[in-house]
Every structure is written in C-alpha cells, then in structure tokens.
C-alpha cells in the first residue's frame, strides 16, 4: 500500500484530497462535481444515518419520500427562496433520447421537450408545502413531522469531496406546527439533536449559534447552527435548523381550521444536515498517518491480525476473540489475507482509521499475550490475552473520549478573544480558529468585514455573554461577542 | 374515518388504488408520474431495505453510491441498453435559472446550456462500470461485491403507484467477478436470496426462472427472475437478477490481470428490487376492508386500544403490555387518543393493515380478559390477559404462516396446465392466472402469443420439467412447459 499522504503542515487541502483518495472514502467520477461514495466512506454515513434516524423517532419523527422533481414554477413561489437557489440548478428539460439521423450516437429528441421545466431539488421545501396544503385542513392535522432521507443537487462551482459536491445525501426534516412557539421549539429541539450527536457520536464539539440574516437559509426567519472547527483552525457549519415562520405556507397557501375554528396560516421548520459531516469527520481528527475514526461511526472497531500469517492455531484463537467482542456489541474484522504481509496491513488499517488493532502471533499464543494497538494515539502495548475482551471495550470508550477531548483542547487553542480591528485582523490572519469579538450587530459591518478579512459570523452564540462594548470594525455599541471565523 | 372502498371483485384497479390512498400509503404529486411515499409506505419500504440488506451484506456484498447523473455518452456505449433505456429518461440539459426579464418569474437560463447532456439514471450499470475501469487492475481486486439504495426515473408513460412510476426507489448490485462462472452463482446467489425474501418476510410464493431472451434485461445474457401471482390473475415481476457476461466490461474497457497475467474482460452481474414490491404485497394479501400486513414487515405489529377511552387504569395495563411485548421484539403501538371512538380506531387499523389488535376495555380489567383480534382472518376472541403476551407472539407467527398459506393456495388455485392453443386462449382470457403451456422455444411464436393474447412467458421455471409436447401455438416440438400470464 502506497502511504505517502501530503503532510498537514505542508498543505492541509492537499492531505484531505490525500485522505479521501487512499483510505478509500470516495473517488472523482466522469461527472463534473458528483463524487463516487465508495464503501468505506459510505459505511460510516450509514452510521450517522442510523444513529440521526433513531434519534429523529425517538423524539417522534416519521420518514417519507418526495419527488426528486421540482416544477420550475415553485421555486419562484418563495421570493428568497429562488433567489438562493435558482442559480444553481439541474434543469431537466426533455424526456427522450432518439438516435442521431447521422449515426453517431444518441442526441436529445427535440420533440419531448416538456411543457415546464423541472428543476432536481436543491432542497425540498416547495415541493413538499405543496404536497401538505392536502394534508392539512384542520388542527387535528398537526403537528406533522416528516423527515426524508434523500440525495440533492446544487451546481456548485468549486467541489470538494464530502465538503461541496454538486450532489450529496442528506436529510431533511419538516415539520408543521399550529403555532408559532411551537414551530420555534421543534427546532431548537432538532438544533439540540444535532449538537449531541456530533458531540456524543462524531467526537466534535460544536458551537450551538443562531445565524445572522445574511446567513440565513434562503426562506427562514431563523437559522439555528453547529459550528465545528477543524485543525487547520478553519469553521465548518455541520448543521442547520431552520425556523421557517409562515413563509411556505404562505407562498403555498397552507391553512388550517384552529380549535377555535379560526383559519390560520401554518408554522413551520426544517433542518438537515448531509454527506459533508464525513469531510468533518475527517478534518477534526485525522491525521498523517491517515484517517482517524471515532470507535462510535468506525464500520470495523477492532481488526484482529494473525502474525505472520493466518496459521489455523491463530485462527482459532482469533475467531474464538471475535465471537465473544462481538458478543459485547463489537464490530469486529480478522484479516485473512495470507499473500499480505502484516507490515503492510498495520499501515493499511492505520489508513482506514480502525480504532483498534489487535496483533496475534504464534509466539504471543505460547506465551498468553496480545499485542493491542490504538490508532488515536498509536500506543501499543502486550497485555494477557484472558483479560483483552474487557480491555478492548474499556478502550474504545477511552478512545471515544481522548478524540472528543483533543478536540475541544484544539478548540479552546483556536478561541481567540479580540478588542480592535487590528487584533481582530491579526487572528483571523495567522493564527485562525474562532475569533470572538464584538459587533455592532447590523449587516454593513458585517459584509465589511467579510469583504476585508473572508471572515463570517459563524453564529451569535446561545450562551451568548451580555457584556458591554464596542464593535470591532464599526466603534459602535455591542452587546456581546459573536463568533468569527474564516469558514469551509 | 371514510371507509368506502371499492371491492376488488368490482374494480380490481379501483381498488388497488383506494387502498394506496385510504391507507395512507401513497399519494400523487404534482410531478407527472412521481408518487409521494406517505409514512406508512415508507416505513414498509423500509422494512425490507433493512431485511434485504442485512442478507446483502451476510453474503458479502458492500453498499456504496454513485452519481444520479450519467453523462449522454455513456447510454450509447452498450448497444442493447440505450435501445432498452433511451427513450424513456429524464434529461439535463441546463445548469441555471435566471429571473425572466419580463417579471413574470423564472426561465431557463440559456448561456447555461451543458456541453453534454446528463441522464438521470434509469439503471447505473454504465455509470458503475466506467468507475470499475479505475478499480479493477488484477485479479487481486476481484470480485467486488457492490450494493446501492437509490432513486431512479424511466419515464414511463402510464403510471400506477408502487408498480409503474417515473422515479421510484430501489437497490441495485452491481458485482465484478474474474470467471464467467464465478458471474453466474453471483446472479442465482442473489436469485435466491430474493425468492427467500419474498416468500419469508413478504409471505408471497414466487415462482423461480429464467427471462426468455425477449424479456431479459437490455445487456443482459441471462435474466433470472422471480415471478409472484396477484389476486386478480396477473403475475407481477418481483425481483430480477442478471448475468451480464462480459457486455458491460467490453463497452467500457474493463479488463484485468489474471493469475497467469493474462489480460481478461471482468464478468458482470446486476440485480435489483424496487418499491413496486409494495405493490406486490399490497396485491397479495389485502382485502376489500383495506390493507393486509404480513407481520414480519408490518411497522406496527400490534396495536392496544382502551377501550372506550385512555383511563388511567387502562393505560396503566397498556403500557404494562406494551412493554412486555416490546421485551419479545414486538413492535407495538398504543392508541392514545381520547378524541376518537373505539369503533372509528378499529376501522382505521383495519385500514392500515395493523396484523394485531388488542381491545382493553374497563369490563375486560375486571374480568382479567382482552379482546385479540387478528387483521387476517378477523377472527376475535377473549382470552385470559394473563396470557396474552406469549399468544400475541405465537399469533404473529401463525398470521405469517397463515398468509403464506392462504397466497400458496390461490397460486394453486390460478396456476393451469394447457395443451392447445384454444385452452390456453380460454384461460389466459376467462380465468387468469400462471398458465403452464408447450412452447417451441421461437421468439416468433412467443411474441404471437403476446400479440395476440398479451400474455407473455413470465418464466422458464427453474423446476422446469423434461417433457415431450407440441408448442400451444405452432405445434412445433417442445421439451417442457414454461409460465405465460398477463402481468403487471
């Protein structure tokens, strides 16, 4: 197995590519901006769709699917909404392909052009206010909440695997509420949601936020977010929660009879996150070794390794480990490839982020030990073989919490409390992360600043400080410090 | 809730669709053709996604996911294909929209135009294998065991919800194999698995065969199919799977090294099933009061309703019951809603196809009784609570065995053996049904047969049995009966 992967230090983009391509998450494909999610890499999206998904029902969520088209017309139904997606956009116009009279192939059929164009969803709101409008008349309708599991497109110009791809997977989730308050709280709850999982499965700890306007989803009236950082002390929005007031229903005409027989207009939320949390996943903690992958999304926890080579009294013993690890709820792999030498499993397992390896040689039989390796930190140690079954489930939950640790130490390494522009400037410049300063709260700040230093305000944060003080850029009164950050 | 659904004896096709809408399980969108999957489809649907691919993966195979969109070009590389997908598919032509200078909304924005059309994909072999050529240099890297879940469109013309729809879901294997014959067990492997998978989660008997060349797959050089009978006499087509030789590994360049380094086209295989399987299972077991579920996939396997309404001490027992249920892996569901009559809850589950009903009444507490009343047969009895949990559990599975039993018989019941052209008119018209008839083995006389009776050979049956006869049509020599009907 080739290793060589880009340094960090040397070029942190390039390391990612690297990441990608040779732990064998996801390749390029002949299609401008698609990525092929190859095994690995969907495995671990399979975990965080199974972990979000338990998560979404137990708080009484159901699933459905909606159409992958979206009539052009909708989009133009919500004002903001088309502005912050029509420019970027599948359209499918015909719906036949003929061969071409000249014999060179096949060509679109001119005459199944369709009367309207439909758009591939960027996202779902339109299409799916639109199928509620039939299923809401009256109060007893509501609440409804749906989620969907499904695959969008948007027509991003610069793509990055898992990061920002012209398609990606995700989830959606919306939901219709009576009220207002109503609407408000199942999205913070959903906004809770995401925070635990990314800190209690991903090993990422995140800042909870609401976005500014000019940061809001195109449609919302309030953007709930998880910001993470990654180690190269850039931002990245793991995922949003929208609070989306009565616009959709407004611009589908959505209505329902209240228990006072009062018609109303009908509350709304919805949320998602997608694909892009595996490229989060990867830059909070791999490293150049290789990807790194907390025990809770790792596919395979623990690779057992015969040395040198799987001779039957080996295997025996590692199928008779695997049983009772699997027993206690283990993933578990044993490596039965007799033509690869161990030197180059280790490296291979080292690249594919497999928290823990477990090394089983004819001498370590004789002799009652086990050679147990951690990929975090790269410990090795030879323990008595009796006691490895504890030790290894006692390990992946010490694993789980060093990587959460790291990340929060990396964390408060890349917190930066500012008072002036040039102090502000100078953290955003060289030394990165989140930079918290204060801002005078209106939008001209705030595009100034985007526009001199790339920074954004990544959220204003829930446990936002009252404090008095002054903007950074503008010198007028603040409130509080917002979180700053150059952002994925 | 409005009861009123069509009897299947007055409109089959009615009924089939007052069911999807009265049981919630689908709903028409405003996309031409693309169907809402309502809650509860979804959640049978993903029933069997969970069931199909904890087998998939049993047997080896990976999931992974590839682009929604193929590029023109490559429909044109295998001959068979585009002529079999081109002319029924969605296509991409522009990449924006822009606001329309007129004001009256969006319009496609013409300098956006593709310099190559894109597919959405109707199937993804070609997409799969341009992908294979990059991970397929020896025969090291064989075979490679690769599943996808995905949404696909065909631009059907005539649309029905589950069975025919422009988009649909469904999962599509797409394996690489060194030797012909390694590329064959994977097709009947998977064959298997299918044909266990419907008679065992979906208790519908499906006849095992093979697709005359005039039914194959378009690439295909064998076509094994399962074939399943509906009520009404008309087979459905459950689950294909496919050996493609080495059609695709041709059109796209994929060749390996094998152990005596040799260059060698790969061999292919292909297979999927799709959403019309909750069609199927509509078809096979409902009745004219609305959904029949086989318990092993039904979302709510068991439903307790207070009866008349959610009493403290009722509730109390219920939850009780509930959790003992649950302790057995039992999904249950208690219906807490005071609003509602006990007499409008039973219509509703009966509805909804709920295998199980639990009454739990105020006389019932004191008497230490419950009413169970089975959604198959509708039989209701009063037992002793006390047992009740260990009878729900034994009931599921007597309710599984029964529907089985009961969807064998009217296999039985509709499955003839025909010896002239006459006969097999009469019962292909008048009864319906698998009619087992000589056929000499032409494409000519089966596409007469077709044209003039639209029957087509569903199947050569794998139990296909060596006998001398004339074909129904020609007279010609045949050496074994194969399965015609008319189908879905």
């Known amino acids: 197995m080739a290793k060589e992967i880009t340094s960090r230090e040397e070029n942190y983009s390039q390391w990612y590519l690297d990441i990608v391509k040779k732990a064998g998450l996801a390749d390029n494909s002949a299609v401008r901006g698609c990525m092929v999610i190859k095994p690995l890499g969907y495995a671990i ?41 029509a420019k970027e956009c599948a359209v499918v116009t015909h719906h036949r392909l003929m061969n071409n009279p000249d014999g060179s192939g096949v060509v679109v059929d001119p005459s199944a052009k369709l009367e309207e164009e439909l758009i591939v969803r960027p996202t779902s709101e339109t299409i799916i206010w639109n199928t509620y409008k039939d299923w809401i008349q009256s109060y007893r309708d509501l609440p409804l909440l749906i989620n969907q599991w499904a695959n969008v497109v948007r027509w991003e110009l610069r793509t990055r695997p898992f990061l920002r791809t012209a398609e990606f997977l995700w989830q959606e989730g919306h939901t219709a509420h009576a009220t207002r308050d109503e609407a408000i709280e199942e999205s913070k709850l959903i906004h809770e949601v995401y925070a635990r999982f990314a800190e209690d499965f991903m090993a990422m700890p995140v800042i909870k936020g609401s976005k500014t306007a000019n940061e809001r989803f ?44 009062k018609e109303q207009y009908v509350w709304a939320s919805s949320w998602g996150v997608s694909t892009r949390l595996v490229g989060a996943l990867i830059m909070t903690h791999s490293d150049d070794e290789g990807l790194v992958l907390p025990p809770k999304l790792a596919p395979t926890q623990v690779v057992i390794i015969p040395i040198p080579k799987p001779l039957p009294e080996i295997m025996e013993k590692a199928e008779q480990l695997k049983k009772e690890l699997e027993a206690q709820g283990v993933r578990v792999k044993i490596d039965k490839d007799a033509k690869k030498r161990p030197g180059f ?124 003080g002054v903007c950074v850029y503008s010198g007028k009164p603040s409130k509080g410090r917002v979180v700053f950050a150059k952002a994925y």
Chains 1, 2 share one sequence.
């Open 45 to 85: 999206w399979e975990n965080m769709r199974d972990q979000l998904d338990k998560r979404f029902k137990e708080t009484g969520h159901v699933n459905a699917y909606f159409p992958l088209f979206i009539p052009k017309s909708f989009l133009s139904k919500e004002a903001d909404h088309v502005e912050g997606f």
């Open 218 to 261: 195109a449609g919302a009236e309030e953007t709930y977010t998880i910001e993470a950082l990654m180690q190269d002390g850039k931002a990245l929005q793991a995922g949003t929660s929208h609070f989306l007031a009565q616009n959709f229903a407004r611009a589908f005409d959505v209505k329902f009879m209240d228990e006072n027989n």
């Open 345 to 468: 499993k280790f490296a291979q397992y080292e690249m594919e982020g497999v928290p823990i390896r477990l090394g089983l040689g004819k001498r370590d039989l004789e002799n009652g030990t086990i050679e147990v390796a951690r990929r975090d930190t790269k410990a090795k140690e030879s323990i008595d073989i009796a006691g490895v079954v504890p030790h290894t489930v006692q390990l992946l939950v010490d694993i789980q919490d060093n990587l959460l640790a790291k990340a929060k130490q990396h964390r408060v390494d890349y917190t930066t409390e500012v008072n002036t522009y040039d102090e502000f400037k100078d953290a955003i410049e060289n030394k990165g992360g989140f930079v918290m300063a204060h801002w005078d709260g209106t939008s001209e700040s705030e595009l100034k600043i985007k526009e001199e230093t790339k920074a954004t305000i990544r959220c204003i944060p829930d446990d936002f400080v009252e404090e008095e």
